[in-house]
């Protein structure tokens, strides 16, 4: 049998070594980002998802070991453990596999199997069921039987009490249970109808009359169907030709030619029917809805990423707007490092003349605080925000830009206590307006105060697996912002909780330590915060970033630990740190090439990936890797949905990628759907093989349906002359 190890190393298509690595600094309480950056030489330079990967298999293994010794221990204390059951177990490969073979021993509730087995019918069952060719006729053995002190009173009872022992016998049979498993999986059929004989049009009207075998479903049909049986508007089953199934199950069980053969097939048959296919059609949805839950957790995972990892709008006095109409919009004016310096409440929705009032209010605020950028809200009344602003940058003569930005999860945030702790003075309403301005600023530091299943980049978020959802989208973001780094000087709470090795508590001790004795001016000083020991700093340390430190390395991702490496290396291509800080080491590159890498990187003391890691560092020290993504799209114009033509070619940003293709907002307030198969020429077999959320693509709009505030587009560029 493999080890957990050589299961790993087989699965994720890595050395033996590499995997035993990983798991020996996991165990020893290291984080994934840590290990992903700063151990790379022990494990081949795995990435972050990989490590993550490796983690939860790693989880799921020790798991199902420890599930198969609770389970020989639990056969072995009924004295029936043979060494044929024992390596049977070991070698069972899921849990359900561990489960079936336990279930002939597992503790019942009371059965018609367990009701027969109490009236004595269990040796009549045993002797029906070893089909001897020269056994009894089974009503011949049934007359032997009958018992009326034991509730036996009939040939007939004696007969059905032994048909249901033997039932369940088939029933509890791993291997039957595995071949059935393995046969509804590739011939049977996932049927949903509408409920109710009155048809009306819900979302769910493509499942109305739906067929489709089971191992070629998407994930979205099975959690749209899922969703719509809870909802009672379906009805679903699992259908399986009855004979094609029954033939693994009578080839496994009778023996032909024997007097007791018709009556084993017989409760062979009630076994599939009553008790075997009910169970398997059960493990199939449950198996279906697990896959389903799997992908879009996983595709949730996909669009977050590049969402929180979109190029910050850096440096500018930024406005923030937040859309309404009874309350109106909410305005806040915040400078290039988030700090707000204005805010407003005005009215553009009312009438023409509180449009206008809204457009002087907006200018003189402009003007006064130089405002470059607004960020707009994508919710209620923003199409007229839109408009109203467009208007005020053509009184203005230009120098002013917009952006639409998706606010999902603002007002969650602005309710918040987190947000009641950072701006205990504003309402909630303005609390949204600064969110929605930070965020174009850096969508990275505003978004991590939100629950992640509150951006909207995902699909039936609610009907996950909340732990699991929370899980995975946690690693997302915590791989993000180590990514990036964090400016230990500025970085709030709930940034710095994301960062390897500190947590909600430490993350504000930092904060408290900060506001008590000033800025840090070395990473070195995070460890006079209380709670935060030397392995949390070593875990961190690389993570954070101090600009106000003397020591240049402080800037950069070199982590403390290669320090004197970095130094060293410089030394040999003739440099020193302070060249670094005066950016003046364009060289260092060809110089290590010159030196040898191999050579260099033994004369630091470390492996080729750390090298590698410290001259990227040193080259640019405290870059965004943002920076290097295309930029977002910023407008000074408006346009409208009846503008649109088909044909027309227009550039937008991805805001979501699903299962049947991406969302791309054009600027029009409705997204458009370029459908999975208007993705590419080529054959794509999901979306996110062509594009990620942020992505700015070019499009080609194919219909547009106003009434329906539908628009189709398409990624393959038309051919001239068609429309």
């Not at 996932?190 to 067929?211: I, Q």
């Not at 089971?214 to 099975?222: F, V």
């Not at 693994?248 to 048959?269: C, D, H, I, K, Q």
């Not at 965020?439 to 299943?453: M, N, S, Y």
Request: glycine fraction near 8%; proline fraction near 5%; charged fraction near 30%.
């Amino acid at each position: 049998m493999d080890t957990i190890i050589q299961i790993l190393a087989r699965e994720l298509g890595q050395k033996e070594t590499y995997i035993q690595n990983v798991v020996n600094l996991i165990d020893e309480g290291n984080t994934i980002p840590f290990i992903a950056r700063y151990r790379k030489e022990l494990h081949g330079a795995m990435d972050d998802t990989t490590l993550r990967t490796l983690a939860d298999r790693l989880q799921y293994l020790r798991n199902l070991d420890k599930r198969r010794e609770e389970v020989k221990g639990a056969i072995e204390a009924q004295g029936k453990l043979t060494e044929e059951l024992s390596a049977a177990i070991d070698s069972a490969a899921t849990l359900a596999e561990v489960e079936d073979l336990y279930r002939p021993y597992k503790q019942k509730r009371r059965t018609r199997a367990t009701m027969a087995k109490e009236k004595g019918l269990e040796p009549l069952a045993d002797l029906l069921f070893a089909q001897a060719m020269d056994g009894p006729v089974p009503e011949e053995a049934a007359a032997g039987y009958v018992d009326p002190e034991k509730g036996v009173e009939t040939v007939e009872e004696a007969l059905q009490g032994a048909n249901d022992i033997i039932a369940e016998r088939i029933s509890d049979d791993a291997d039957i249970r595995k071949l059935l498993r393995e046969l509804v999986w590739k011939k049977g059929y996932l049927v949903s109808a509408a409920a109710a004989k009155e048809r009306s049009d819900t979302v769910y009207r493509l499942y109305y009359d739906f067929r489709s075998p089971i191992n070629r479903l998407q994930g979205h049909q099975i959690l749209a169907i899922n969703r719509g049986e809870r909802e009672d508007i379906l009805k679903v089953s699992v259908e399986m030709d009855r004979e094609a199934a029954l033939i693994p199950v009578r080839r496994r069980v009778l023996n032909p030619g024997t007097p007791a053969m018709a009556f084993v097939r017989a409760a062979a048959e009630d076994a599939y029917d009553r008790l075997i296919f009910p169970s398997v059609e059960r493990e199939m949805r449950n198996l279906l809805t697990e896959q389903a839950d799997e992908g879009a957790i996983k595709m949730f995972g996909l669009n977050l990423k590049p969402l929180l990892m979109q190029p910050p709008v850096k440096g500018f006095v930024t406005m923030g707007l937040d859309p309404g109409y009874r309350n109106g919009c909410k305005v806040a004016v915040v400078d290039a490092t988030g700090k707000v310096l204005d805010t407003a409440v005005v009215y553009p929705t009312f009438n023409e003349k509180k449009k206008q009032e809204a457009i002087d209010i907006l200018s003189k605020l402009i003007r006064k605080h130089g405002v470059a950028h607004i960020a707009i809200g994508n919710g209620t009344a923003s199409r007229e925000t839109e408009q109203m602003a467009v208007e005020m940058i053509r009184k203005l003569g230009g120098g002013v830009s917009y952006m639409i930005v998706n606010e999902a999860g603002a007002s969650v945030y602005s309710a918040s206590k987190l947000a009641a702790e950072e701006f205990p003075d504003y309402d909630v309403n303005l609390r949204s307006a600064v969110s929605i301005a930070r965020r174009l600023q850096d969508p990275l530091a505003e978004l991590v105060k939100i629950d992640p299943k509150s951006i909207g980049v995902g699909q039936y978020q609610h009907d996950m697996p909340q732990a699991r959802l929370d899980e995975t989208l946690g690693g997302v973001v915590e791989d993000c912002v180590n990514a990036v780094g964090v400016d230990l000087n500025t970085a709030s709470a709930p940034l710095l909780a994301y960062v390897a090795g500190l947590n909600n508590t430490t993350a504000k001790n930092i904060v408290k330590y900060r506001e008590e004795n000033g800025a840090f001016a070395t990473r070195k000083g995070v460890l006079k915060v209380p709670k935060l020991g030397p392995k949390a700093f070593e875990q961190c340390a690389g993570f954070l970033r101090v600009p106000e430190s003397k020591n240049v390395l402080d800037h950069t991702g070199v982590h403390p630990e290669s320090y004197e490496a970095a130094q060293k290396l410089l030394e040999l291509c003739g440099y020193t740190l302070k060249d670094v800080a005066a950016g003046t080491i364009d060289e260092l590159s060809d110089r290590v090439k010159a030196y040898g890498r191999e050579k260099a990187a033994e004369a630091c003391g470390v492996g080729l990936p750390t090298l590698d890691d410290i001259v990227k560092e040193l080259l640019k020290p405290g870059r965004d890797p943002r920076d290097e993504l295309p930029k977002p799209i910023l407008r000074t114009d408006v346009m409208e949905m009846k503008d649109l033509k088909p044909g027309m070619e227009l550039t937008g940003t991805v805001r979501n990628v699903i299962d049947f293709g991406v969302f791309v907002d054009i600027g029009v307030h409705q997204d458009g759907l370029v459908h999975i198969s208007q993705l590419s020429n080529r054959r794509v077999r999901h979306p996110s093989e062509v594009c990620a959320v942020g992505d700015i693509v070019t499009v080609w709009v194919l219909e547009v349906d106003e009434k329906k505030k539908r628009i189709s587009l398409t990624m393959k560029k038309p051919k001239e002359g068609a429309v």
